[in-house]
């Protein structure tokens, strides 16, 4: 089990909104929102929390150089969260094993996991493109509520 149950259930209760909470340089952290979801990891199969970044966002800097990352869902009093290490996958992050086929098939497979829907899946993989969108791949190695 990778203790993401719980994290899994909630992801209905607020349409994948988490807040995702990464180091930056001066050791400070910065705290961001997100859609986020529980799905295998596309190289091990392992259950990982992933989202989406934009290719351009504070939080693919701070990952970058420190990958690590904390992330937490809520809805309601309800709440859960994934704390560990971070792999990226995107066009400026090659992940071994996630050609841009891949990539793009994952992205809509966070896309999907954090409960989303799309009318127009080309459409969908054309702005992921144009905003160098990555993937963020949490594999957590602390979980709450435990």
């Known amino acids: 089990m990778s203790g993401l149950e719980e994290f899994a259930r909630l992801v209905d209760g607020d349409h994948g909104l988490v807040v995702v909470s990464t180091l ?3 050791g400070t952290i910065q705290s961001s929102v997100a859609n986020a979801g529980v799905l295998p990891h596309p190289v091990t199969g392992a259950q990982v929390v992933g989202l989406v970044s934009r290719g351009d966002a ?10 690590r990352a904390t992330v937490v869902i809520r809805a309601g009093w309800q709440w859960a969260s994934a704390e560990g290490p971070v792999e990226l996958a995107g066009p400026d992050d090659p992940l071994p094993g996630v050609d841009a086929e891949r990539l793009r098939l994952l992205l809509r497979e966070i896309f999907t996991a954090a409960g989303g829907t799309h009318d127009d899946w080309p459409a969908y993989d054309r702005v992921m493109a144009e905003e160098r969108r990555t993937a963020v791949l949490v594999t957590p190695e602390r979980t709450q509520p435990s």
């Not at 504070?58 to 990958?67: D, G, I, K, V």
């Open 58 to 67: 504070h939080r693919l800097t701070n990952l970058r150089a420190r990958p």
């Open 24 to 26: 930056r340089a001066d």
